[in-house]
């Protein structure tokens, strides 16, 4: 279960910076009416993670091809993947060693991601491999991200020279019908997912794209979409004030950005398992909430570790920041300080080095609320797939229900579609979309070249 702690948001605990409970329930109908014009996106085929997570066949597909693909003796699955075709399994990949406590899985493969085409950790990783022994997993639901396509050549040259039937080596995550792996694809035999139409990439935690990997990790899939199932339909069966604060979560965001200045929202982990989901949370906070020139930054941290970085910062810097931290109640494996008698010390003996975590949360809490600065807490038992798959669903939920009440369409993400477009116009492929900027793109160029 995830619990929510709203109290040093309100003006009850921080005064003139706080937030007024009524000025919450006054968001009511729009609540109302984000979730209604959501479940018409979901009717409509426009949101589909509501549904995807439901989706029986990909669990089947993923299972067969899995059967398929490491019966052969493979060890290591090498992920390939941007953004959202990435960063989900990599903050399952993460989580899950607080399930297995690092050890390999039932299914024992290694999985490593390229989530970049930084020549040098590419060619550490191969340079690390076995090649016959490993599977190259290309995920790009456009099924043409330069970074993704380009990484396939260099795979595919090195396994034509050296893999006898390596075609078995590989495996695509894609789109059902179009862009390039799909037809390569069909065309080869290579073996193929499907990632639905309907489902973006950040939110594709819910598709092959993350599942395929997490299976291979030892993750129980089917338990992490019964989390997720779990939540949507216990969210969606209440009012939106009817002991449903996720609705609160996305509500306290909103009025501190829109009405209070905080331009500024830091989803502050406490526990280094939760790091990678602070990656994963931030890129879908920031793509899909990022456009028509609304939306708060979001600047993930970590405690207790970031207290000595950024909380100078948070304390006394600019009044624009709102905290949201996310916590344990059980860390699972734990450690008990003996203070071998140092008086100074007394304070710590005896207690678990969990217990001294939350303390330094606390105390990190009340010392924001002194300051008068907002901060709200999410707390999760424990890390295992089921509350992993309510966490995910969770903030999904939150950041499209944000986006309704920023007004604006949390679903898409134009802003990199024309950065990707650009790159590839510079690399020489012609795009007639960009005709009617092609002046100022030159202008832009050449003053890149000029010295400063
Ligand atoms: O969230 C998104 O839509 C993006 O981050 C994409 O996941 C990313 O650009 C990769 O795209 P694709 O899966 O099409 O290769």
Known sequence: MIEFNFKYVLDSAIEENGIAESEIRALERELVQARKNLNGLRVNGGAGFYDEISNLGMIKDIKEVSGKLFSKGIETLYVFGMGGSSLGAVFLKEAMGAITGGRKSGRNIDVVFSENIDPGPIKRNIDNMDLEKTLFCFVSKSADTIEVVAQFFIVKEMLEKSVKNYKNNLLFITDKKSGFLRLYADENGIAVLDIAKNVGGRYSIVTAGTLFPAYAMGLDIEK?????????????????FENNPVYTFASAIYLFYAKKRRNIFVPFVYGDYLKEFSRWFRQLFAESLGKELVSPTPVPAAGATDQHSQLQLYMQGPQDKLIGFFCL????????????GFKEFDYLNKKKLSEILKNELKGVELALAINKRPSFRITLDKIDEFSLGELSFMSMEAVAVLGMLLKINPFDQPGVEKGKKFAYLLMGRKDESLSAESDELKRLDKIADMPY
């Open 224 to 240: 992490f979409l019964s989390g997720a199932i779990s939540y949507r339909d216990d969210i969606l069966s209440k009012g939106v």
């Open 329 to 340: 109640k059980d860390f699972g494996s734990d450690f008990t300080v003996n203070s071998n």
